[in-house]
T-cell receptor
Framework: GAGVSQSPSNKVTEKGKDVELRCDPISGHTALYWYRQSLGQGLEFLIY????????KSGLPSDRFSAERTGGSVSTLTIQRTQQEDSAVYLC?????????????FGPGTRLTVL | AQRVTQPEKLLSVFKGAPVELKCNYSYSGSPELFWYVQYSRQRLQLLLRHISRESIKGFTADLNKGETSFHLKKPFAQEEDSAMYYCALSGLANNNDMRFGAGTRLTVKP
């Protein structure tokens, strides 16, 4: 089947606007992760979801960031009142087991540019 | 706290030379360590994990609990090894959160 998909692939927005980024995980994967990849900053954990458990939001950089996962499948990452420092590639990953040794499968990412 | 450190942002070697990408971690429990790789214009993907004790594309990594390290090594680098490499840690003590290091960009010169 298809791998993890993300949309849009590119998003250019103006400072102060809200954006929504979408992630479709691999079917059946119970764990879903969001990361931010910035030039020179590496891979920054944002949030993850596991089944019906409360999400771990410890990586969200500010209250402008939020995410939800509907029906245990598709996830949306929302950034409100975007700032230029939000410009980055946002990666989504899913895994079958949120247990030791569970490989994460990554999507192609959404490149966000805030002007 | 769960932390992964990759001290080198950039690493450059010549083709055929040995290469070692360093990774150190801090974790209060039994960790699961991984190396992920991102080739140019490709998705981030798993390269290897320590529990598998396998060699992938000539790369190996040994978990050294005493030194809290998981360095990635290859005896003879190839140009196609040029990529971004991320060390990652997951563990039961922190409910299996996966944390990545900042990454090392490896360039293998001809």
């Amino acid at each position: 089947g298809a791998g993890v998909s993300q949309s849009p692939s590119n998003k250019v927005t103006e400072k102060g606007k809200d954006v929504e980024l979408r992630c479709d995980p691999i079917s059946g994967h119970t764990a879903l992760y969001w990361y931010r990849q910035s030039l020179g900053q590496g891979l920054e954990f944002l949030i993850y979801f596991q089944g019906n458990s409360a999400p771990d939001k410890s990586g969200l950089p500010s209250d402008r960031f939020s995410a939800e996962r509907t029906g245990g499948s598709v996830s949306t990452l929302t950034i409100q009142r975007t700032q230029q420092e939000d410009s980055a590639v946002y990666l989504c990953a899913s895994s079958l087991l949120r247990s030791m040794g569970g490989e994460q499968f990554f999507g192609p990412g959404t490149r966000l540019t805030v002007l | 706290a769960q932390r992964v450190t990759q001290p080198e942002k950039l690493l450059s070697v010549f083709k055929g030379a040995p290469v070692e990408l360093k990774c150190n971690y801090s974790y209060s429990g039994s960790p699961e360590l991984f190396w992920y790789v991102q080739y140019s214009r490709q998705r981030l993907q798993l390269l290897l994990r320590h529990i598998s004790r396998e060699s992938i594309k000539g790369f190996t990594a040994d978990l050294n609990k005493g030194e809290t390290s998981f360095h990635l090594k290859k005896p003879f680098a190839q140009e196609e090894d040029s990529a971004m490499y991320y060390c990652a840690l997951s563990g039961l003590a922190n409910n299996n959160d996966m944390r990545f290091g900042a990454g090392t960009r490896l360039t293998v010169k001809p």
